[in-house]
Structure formats: C-alpha cells, structure tokens
C-alpha cells in the first residue's frame, strides 16, 4: 500500500510524505531524506523505498519543509529545522506501530540523517549515501561575487533544479555548529556508507573519510560507474539492492 500524506512539523507546516506498507503488518521502519533542493520523488529513493517494503517495512519519504510539496520557506530550510522534521517522522512512524526505525538519506538527506540518528537513542541504523564529510559550513563552496552578495545583503540566491532559491547568512550559521568528527564519534548506530566512484558532485573520497571517521560498526560499499544520483538504471538496482538487505539483515538478527 501505498498513500500521500501530510503531517506537521513543529513550526505547524505541513509536511508532503509518501507512506509506503507491506501486505503485512509490521513493526520495523525506515525513513528517506532528500538532496539538497530535491524532493521525497527522487528515483533512487523511490526505488529504495519499493525494495524496503516488498521485504516487509513500512517506509516513510518526506519533503523537508521548503521543498517538494512541503509548506515553508526554502530560506528557511537550516539543518536543524530539518533534524527536527527527521524526528517528527519518527514520531510519526512511532504512531503506525514501528518501534526499529531505521533512517537513511541521499546528499544533504544522508547528512540530516546522520545528524539526526546522533541525537536519536530509538534508531537502531542509518545508511548514507553520495554524503560529503567536509565541513557544513559551505562558504568556501560560493564564488568571489555570492560571497559579497552573502557580506552585503546577508543572503545570496541561486538557481536549482529550475528554481530561484535565497540562501541567507543564517543557514551558514546554522551549518557551522555542526562539527562532522564530533557528530560521526557519538553516532553509536551501525552505519552504512554508499557512494558511486564517478559522482560529480561529491568526490568518492568523502566515503572513504566518512569510514575513517567512523571506523567500528560501519559498512563501506562503493559503486563503479554511478553519479551523484545513481542516474543508471543498474545502479540504483544494486544500490537498493545492498540498502534493503543490510538493514533487513540489521533488524531480523534483532528480532524484528
């Protein structure tokens, strides 16, 4: 079964979801985040999410607030209003009878998960997948002109995806208080790392250093040929592939 659904957050901004359950009741659950400017329709989470519930979960993917089919604004979209958009979702699977949730994320969705999952004692995994592991405070990323616009004006737009979208001096603000070393040493839950060897975007590299970062408990897979966004048919075959049976392996050895 398959069912569009909204649910607020803790602003009273409706966010979209698509709540995915299996034939037959279950108690074991994953939640999907979304690339940075992207939505809960992405292919490969699609995917993930068809895989995850022929094996028994229920799975909820969601529109963080700003984008999608979500309310709010996107200027607002800061890791930590989306870090408690990720636990509002717990709380929603909480209510359909899932008691080990699993969370996992593409891009800026891996990373809300991580960080989420480290202040998180009712997620028992999290799978990453094409994550950075620089640092969040991306102003060394923007070129010599958005850098005194960001001075200037104490915000900056961009064009993603066919949208004018504002970034404002608060969202690098926001990101900065979050120091990856930190957050991977206290992230007491197996992890799962996925990255294709040919993203463009984020190097394969940041896979490997989000391994060292934390080397006990974590799970590194690498997927020859795949983009940013797993594009290829095959990959995000085997990408769905390896996310379903790892946390299907996870949750059965616990009992669920």
């Known amino acids: 079964m398959q069912q569009q659904i909204k649910f607020p957050n803790l602003y ?3 966010l979209a979801g698509t709540f995915h359950a299996p034939l037959e009741d279950s108690s074991r659950g994953i939640i999907l985040g ?8 992405t292919r490969v989470l699609r995917d993930i999410s068809q ?18 089919q979500s309310e709010g604004n996107f200027s607002e979209s800061f890791y930590s209003k989306q870090i408690a958009e990720m636990k509002t979702a717990a709380s929603f699977m909480s209510a359909q009878g899932v008691s080990w949730i699993g ?30 592991a620089s640092p969040l405070d991306t102003t060394h990323l923007l070129s010599e002109n958005q850098l005194q616009e960001l001075k200037h004006a104490g915000k900056l737009h961009i064009i ?8 404002t001096e608060a969202f690098f603000k ?6 990856l070393t930190d957050i991977m040493a206290s992230l007491h839950q197996p992890l799962l790392v996925v990255h294709g060897d040919q993203d463009e ?18 799970d590194l897979a690498i997927i020859p040929g795949a983009d940013h966004m797993f594009s290829q048919d095959e990959h995000r075959q085997q990408v769905a592939e390896l996310v379903v049976q790892w946390f299907k392996r996870l949750a059965t050895e616990e009992g669920f």
């Open 12 to 14: 009273g901004e409706k």
């Open 34 to 41: 979304h690339c940075f400017t992207c939505s809960r329709h």
């Open 51 to 68: 895989g995850l519930v022929n094996e028994g979960f229920k799975v909820l993917r969601f529109d963080f607030s700003g984008n999608g």
């Open 103 to 132: 969370l996992a994320g593409h891009s800026m969705g891996a990373m809300v998960a991580m960080l989420a999952a480290a202040e998180m004692a009712n997620v028992r995994a999290v799978c990453s997948l094409a994550a950075k």
């Open 160 to 167: 993603s995806r066919g949208r004018k979208l504002e970034l």
């Open 174 to 179: 926001d990101a900065a208080q979050y120091k």
């Open 201 to 218: 975007i984020i190097s394969v590299e940041d896979a490997y250093k989000l391994h060292q970062f934390k080397p006990v408990d974590t």
